[in-house]
């Protein structure tokens, strides 16, 4: 996890597990296998990153949310718009699975 001021740089995989956490945040049968605060730190970010980000997905829903979204999150939510939940969970597992590994 960064420490001091040194900020977690996004790439397209954390966002995808973002959309898929964002997705599901309110049906624990399709959760992750791991608490928010684990999937930050093995993503190498902050819990309160990974919520905010998951936040920006529900603002692009027109579901309230935090509105300074990222253009790579954008891109993201437009690219799985018609990704289903499973096929989500799938990749975010995987991406979770590689990123452990490397640490």
Known sequence: MPSG?????????D?????????????????LPRKH???????????????????????????GGLSHVAKQ???IHERHEKTTNAELRSMALRVLEAKANQQ
């Open 37 to 63: 605060a684990e999937i930050a730190k093995v993503l190498g970010m902050s819990e309160g990153s990974l919520i905010r980000r998951r936040e920006n997905f529900a603002h692009l829903d027109n579901k």
């Open 5 to 13: 001021n040194q900020q977690h740089e996004w790439d397209e995989s």
């Open 73 to 75: 999150s954008i891109r």
């Open 15 to 31: 966002d995808l597990v973002a959309l898929y956490l964002y997705r599901t945040r309110r049906d624990n049968a399709v959760a």
